[in-house]
């Protein structure tokens, strides 16, 4: 069910030729010397959809001008939503709002591994770190 919920928001996202531009996906892997590995899987003008793995933890920081949805493939972490905090594993998905800090924290052996679709077209500049919070990245 989780996984019908993800086709159709990426529906609504990308043209019907979204699956044919996706290849080897099950191919790409993490550089483990690095705390976050971020793979651009697609983009157009509406969004990017980017696979990500976290080692350790993603410091606090915002989109002031996107909205993102992570659904998390592999993995478990405690994930902090604005002043909320959850806990999460494989197969749970977050949507997260314009201009609201979120972090996660991972508490598994191995990186998690998320999807995240970001809405719209994310260049990677609309990342603002909460001050005075030690930055991961």
């Known amino acids: 069910m989780r996984w019908l919920f993800l086709v159709l928001l990426a529906a609504l996202f990308y043209s019907n030729n979204y699956a044919q531009q996706i290849t080897a996906v099950h191919r790409i892997k993490p550089d483990k010397s690095k705390n976050i590995t971020v793979k651009n899987l697609n983009h157009n003008k509406n969004a990017s959809t980017f696979l990500v793995w976290v080692q350790d933890s993603v410091g606090a920081h915002k989109h002031i001008h996107h909205q993102e949805i992570v659904y998390i493939l592999k993995g478990k972490g405690i994930f902090n939503l604005g002043e909320k905090s959850f806990k999460t594993k494989k197969g749970d998905a977050v949507f997260i709002p314009k201009n609201t800090y979120h ?10 591994q998320v999807l995240s679709i970001q809405s719209p077209y994310f260049d990677g500049t609309d990342r603002h770190f909460k001050k005075n919070i030690k930055n991961s990245q």
Do not use: T, Y
């Open 103 to 112: 972090s996660v924290h991972v508490n598994s052996r191995k990186a998690m």
